[in-house]
Every structure is written in C-alpha cells, then in structure tokens.
T-cell receptor, first 117, second 114 residues
Framework: AQKITQTQPGMFVQEKEAVTLDCTYD???????LFWYKQPSSGEMIFLIY??????QNATEGRYSLNFQKARKSANLVISASQLGDSAMYFC??????????????FGTGTRLTIIP | DADVTQTPRNRITKTGKRIMLECSQT?????MYWYRQDPGLGLRLIYY???????NKGEISDGYSVSRQAQAKFSLSLESAIPNQTALYFC?????????????FGDGTRLSIL
C-alpha cells in the first residue's frame, strides 16, 4: 500500500482563488510528521509547511495552511489567494516514528498546479 | 553559496559507464540522503546516512552505491549505468532529532543514460 497518496496529478486554478491539494497517508505509528514541498519548473525543492502528529492546531505559514484531519489520515495543503508564482509541482511527504533515528521521508507522487491568469 | 551543493548539475553518459554524483553541504548536518525523481513517481529514497559510519539502503538501492567521505560529503555511484537510471537526482540533509525541521535539498543533478 502507498504510504503517501496524492490523487490529483494536475490542477488548474484561476488566479486569486484558493486551492486545496489533497494528501492522504498510511501509517500505524502514532508519532509521525507531514511535510509539503514545492518544486517550481527550475527544479529545486522548497519546504513549505510541517504538521506533527501530536500538534493540536493546524499548521499555517503565510498563505499556506494545512488541513490536518488525523482520523481520516489526511493532510491537505491549502493555498489562499493563489498567485501565478504558485504554479509548480507540490509534494506531500511523511516521516514515520519518533523523530530521532527516523528522519527519512516518504514522498507522494505529486500534484502539478497551474495558476491561470 | 548554496548550503547543499550537487555536482555535476547535468550529465549525459553511455550505458555501462561508471558515474559518480557528488554532494557537499555547509549546514553541519549529520543526516544525508540521496533520492531520485521520475515523472509520475515522486521522489524515492536510494540511500541515507545518519553519520560518517552509518550507511543505510533506501527503497531503491539496487544498482547504486554510496560513500560518506566526511560529515559534509556524500557521494552516489552508478557502477554500470543503464538507461532506466535516467532521472533527476537529489541530495538532501537534515538535523537529527528535530521534529519540525525539514530536509534541505540541493538543486539536483539531471542524469541521462544513453
């Protein structure tokens, strides 16, 4: 079974609209962390936001927020007021287990987001 | 200067050749990783190292080997390259035991095996 599932291979969104990128995960470990990365066409990987399994509140970083639904095992990325520069590939990733000694990540297959002017 | 530097940035080579991709970092992180990215498959872990004396296989280690020459250097080798190893390769680093700290990636090496 896939540990990280991103079901939207591609999305087109009008500029200034909000967009939600889906991510579901599969783990039996109570301790885990979820990360979102952005990969623009230039290829580099840019960290966006982190959510820990024990965090009580949904993470937010500027225009990025994470809709964390633990019981559903979903960690959807929400981008508010999308901009042309948000056009990129977006990856969800998971770290399983207590942090020390388990820092490696498992990535999803990604969602390509295109913002339409 | 970049914190995580990969060399070369691009490489085209022939089947059967030995290739080494190099990664160096100035972040002082103990943990280092090699991933490959293929269209539609995301990033997959090849090898990772938690310190100079600790090397571990990842999800797709067959056909690859690594060397951790120092805390700052982690090299990936393809002993006899084959076309299906054509991919974008990333090196990454992280701090040990810090929950919300992300992995930091190099800019990638685009490798083509003809």
């Amino acid at each position: 079974a896939q540990k990280i599932t991103q079901t939207q291979p591609g999305m087109f969104v009008q500029e200034k609209e909000a967009v939600t990128l889906d991510c579901t995960y599969d783990t039996s470990d109570p301790s885990y962390g979820l990360f979102w990365y952005k990969q623009p066409s230039s290829g580099e990987m840019i960290f966006l936001i982190y959510q820990g399994s024990y965090d009580q509140q949904n993470a937010t970083e500027g225009r990025y927020s994470l809709n964390f639904q633990k019981a559903r095992k979903s960690a959807n990325l929400v981008i508010s007021a999308s901009q042309l520069g948000d056009s990129a590939m977006y990856f969800c990733a998971m770290r399983e287990g207590p942090v020390f000694g388990n820092e490696k990540l498992t990535f999803g297959t990604g969602t390509r987001l295109t913002i339409i002017p | 200067d970049a914190d995580v530097t990969q060399t070369p940035r691009n490489r085209i080579t022939k089947t059967g050749k030995r290739i080494m991709l190099e990664c160096s970092q100035t972040k002082g992180h103990d943990r280092m990783y090699w991933y490959r990215q293929d269209p539609g498959l995301g990033l997959r872990l090849i090898y990772y190292s938690f310190d100079v004396k600790d090397i571990n296989k990842g999800e797709i280690s067959d056909g690859y080997s690594v060397s951790r020459q120092a805390q700052a250097k982690f090299s990936l080798s393809l002993e006899s390259a084959i076309p299906n190893q054509t991919a974008l390769y990333f090196c990454a680093t992280s701090e040990p035991g810090t929950a919300n700290q992300p992995q930091h990636f190099g800019d990638g090496t685009r490798l083509s095996i003809l």
